[in-house]
């Protein structure tokens, strides 16, 4: 099974300012690296598939790259919608998830 | 658009048998990959398994001994069952939609429907 971990947990921001999460794979998922976004109450919504293609109707200001074990989502200018918890999951084979990282107002 | 709405009971009991239906809407169930996620109260995510509209399937090894999933075309659906389950098994459960191109990154998701595994 392929591990994913995530830093940091927690990551207390203000609207405007940039966010910058990472995702760490026990090995190599080559570009098979999504994330998505999850509210309370709220089914996960994928932002970025294939590391760094943004999925339809995604705001310019998300953002993903990395390859192979080491991955980066960065929003450029927070808003206040984008508070929430963060999931990267690698979809290259047996699918797993990481452990997300929480994006809070500061 | 497409939407999906997950059905079944919201109680199960210990060493009974989980069987859910996701209902796909405003659009077509053909020549996608159809998958069911789980997550505990306050936990993470845990993929359980997929199927395409031909029935291929994938499961997690964790699962695998105890899930089964079929798809129905002609009524727009697809099903999960779990054997055996226990407490553990208590969680909401999601169906979500993946693209032939990118296989198991889940675009479209299901509102999720709580399941509790209790006497």
């Known amino acids: 099974e392929i591990v994913l971990t995530q830093s940091p947990a927690t990551l207390s921001l203000s609207p405007g300012e940039r966010a910058t999460l990472s995702c760490r794979a026990s090995?190599?998922?080559?570009?098979?690296l999504a994330w998505y976004q999850q509210k309370p109450g709220q089914a996960p919504r994928l932002l970025i598939y294939d590391a760094s293609n943004r999925a339809t109707g995604i705001p310019a200001r998300f953002s993903g790259s990395g390859s192979g074990t080491d991955f980066t989502l960065t929003v450029s200018s927070l808003e206040p919608e984008d508070f929430g918890v963060y999931y990267c999951q690698q979809h290259s084979n047996w699918p797993t998830f990481g452990p997300g990282t929480k994006v809070d107002i500061k | 658009q497409v939407q999906l709405q997950e059905s079944g009971p919201g109680l199960v009991k210990p060493s009974e048998t989980l069987s859910l239906t996701c209902t796909v809407s405003g659009g077509s169930i053909s020549s996608y990959y159809w998958g069911w996620i789980r997550q505990p109260a306050g936990k993470g995510l845990e993929w359980i398994g997929h199927i395409y509209t031909s029935g291929s399937t994938n499961y997690s090894p964790s699962l695998k001994s105890r899930a089964t999933m079929s798809v129905d075309t002609s009524k727009n659906q697809f099903s999960l069952k779990l054997s055996s389950v226990t407490a553990a098994d208590t969680a909401v459960y999601y169906c979500?939609?993946?693209?032939?191109?990118?296989?198991?990154?889940?675009?479209?998701w299901g509102q999720g429907t709580m399941v509790t595994v209790s006497s």
């Open positions: 090995q190599s998922v080559s570009s098979y």
């Open positions: 979500a939609r993946s693209d032939l191109s990118r296989i198991d990154a889940f675009d479209i």
